[in-house]
């Protein structure tokens, strides 16, 4: 199982981002994904779920801001990120599990300035 995040960066607050996850080694389709972040001195935390019905669930904190979804052909998870605030800095991780073990992608730093 590989999960490979990319599109994080720096931007100004109120600003937009999307990030993806590219999957490979499993049957995508099948499997419920999520984004969890880790700021500097915290606990990593969940921000987001898609499930293989394409259900979703959110943090509280960026409800109305972010929109996670998944592309099965392209097995493919993305998190749409708008109106973000300085309190949204963090690493973001993608996440999958498999056979009753997690799996993570490697992160991708993202950097809000106010």
């Known amino acids: 199982v590989q999960l490979q995040a990319s599109g994080g960066g720096v931007v100004q607050s109120g600003g937009s981002l999307r990030l993806s996850c590219a999957a490979a080694?499993?049957?995508?389709?099948?499997?419920?994904l999520g984004w969890y972040r880790q700021a500097p001195g915290k606990q990593r935390e969940f921000v987001a779920l898609?499930?293989?019905?394409?259900?979703?669930n959110y943090t509280d904190s960026v409800k109305g801001r972010f929109t996670i979804s998944r592309d099965n052909v392209k097995n493919t998870m993305y998190l749409q990120m708008n109106n973000l605030k300085p309190e949204d800095t963090a690493v973001y991780y993608c996440k999958t599990v498999f056979r009753d073990r997690n799996y993570w992608g490697q992160g991708t730093q993202v950097t809000v300035s106010s």
């Open positions: 080694g499993f049957n995508f389709r099948y499997n419920t």
């Open positions: 898609i499930t293989s019905g394409r259900s979703t």
